[in-house]
């Protein structure tokens, strides 16, 4: 490698730059051909700013033109070597050095002149090559892939936008409309699996729905509930806890408050008394403001009435239902009564049934 005339062989050795003079520039050549060979040129921590630049051209105007390259066709890059000097710093990226001639420049914004060294060093281990090159999505530099907007990865492979609905369906109308056997708001839950693994913990996933433990309800099993969702009948359930009405008490509901208790119609022992309405619940088969009526299911028609679960038949009706004619007492002994008419057994006749029959 060859360096300008203000170079020595091993490095770059900068004139001290401040007040007036702005910027200060050094040149060096890099004449190997076809070469593989990568640079970097670190410099001391200066806190000054460093705007790298080059041109091919060598003509004696291009000091003003250099000046305003910002930035410049090619850059030369410095990196930290703790094995050279703890003090380097990185200034930006390791780029590669094109066979021709190169050209530094190094700006300085104070008014103090600083004294600066720029080394240009072979850097070891770059690559020319991407993985899988850069899967037609980026540019190649120095063996990484520098992806176009809209992909990531090693080699620019993985799509950054989302795939809509998971592959698995199609979006429409705000949501995604899943295909057979996928589930789920993104279509992203096989069909015989939850959508939330062990259903929150309070229940068993069945073929793909979630079955709750006692005391626990919603898709998921995520909401609290009563054991008795019901409270027996005399409350409401509210996340999880049985709020009673008047006059019941306990986790369920399904105790009477005492206190209340003592006060209320007996009803007749057939039936409870109902604290919102102020009514008598009557038992089956009691009715009556004080359930204190038998409540006959039997149809006893014109001729009878019920009374306590049975039919009172009116006088010259019998039968269970009170739609029989009776016949005269006499026909018992030797025939049955039929709709008021004596049907004789063998060997007896008669209106009632009270002649024997006599054989020659």
Excluded at 168 to 197: F, R, S, T
Excluded at 316 to 345: F, I, M, Y
């Amino acid at each position: 490698m060859t360096t300008g005339e203000d170079a020595e062989e091993d490095g770059i050795l900068g004139n001290g730059i401040g007040g007036d003079d702005e910027y200060g520039f050094d040149i060096f050549e890099n004449p190997t051909v076809d070469s593989d060979e990568y640079f970097g040129a670190p410099w001391r921590d200066t806190d000054r700013s460093m705007e790298n630049s080059a041109a091919e051209a060598a003509s004696s105007t291009f000091i003003d033109e250099h000046l305003r390259l910002t930035p410049a066709e090619r850059h030369i890059i410095s990196k930290r070597s703790s094995d050279m000097d703890p003090m380097m710093v990185n200034v930006s990226l390791l780029q590669y050095l094109d066979t021709g001639r190169w050209f530094l420049s190094v700006y300085n914004d104070e008014l103090l002149a600083h004294s600066i060294t720029l080394t240009v060093a072979e850097a070891e281990g770059v690559s020319t090559t991407c993985p899988n090159d850069c899967s037609g999505r980026g540019s190649c530099y120095l063996g990484k892939c520098d992806c176009i907007d809209g992909y990531q990865g090693a080699d620019c492979s993985k799509s950054v936008c989302p795939v809509l609905c998971s592959a698995h369906g199609h979006y429409g109308g705000g949501v995604c409309h899943c295909e057979e056997g996928w589930k789920g708001p993104e279509c992203d839950v096989p069909a015989g699996e939850c959508q939330v693994p062990g259903c929150s913990g309070h229940g068993r996933c069945i073929e793909g729905d979630c079955h709750c433990e006692r005391g626990w309800r919603g898709q998921f099993c995520e909401q609290p509930d009563c054991l008795d969702p019901s409270c027996s009948g005399h409350g409401t359930c509210v996340n999880g806890q049985c709020y009673c009405k008047a006059g019941w008490q306990g986790d369920d509901c399904g105790m009477v408050d005492q206190q209340v208790y003592q006060c209320l119609p007996g009803c007749s022992e057939h039936g409870t008394y109902d604290l919102e309405t102020g009514t008598c619940v009557c038992d089956r088969h009691w009715t009556g403001p004080d359930c204190s009526q038998a409540v006959c299911s039997l149809d006893c028609g014109p001729n009878g009435v019920c009374e306590s679960g049975k039919c009172r038949c009116n006088a010259g009706w019998t039968g269970n239902l009170c739609d029989q004619l009776p016949c005269d007492a006499r026909c018992a002994e030797h025939g049955q009564c039929k709709n008021g008419t004596c049907v004789c057994s063998q060997g007896w006749n008669g209106r009632h049934c009270t002649l024997r029959e006599y054989t020659a």
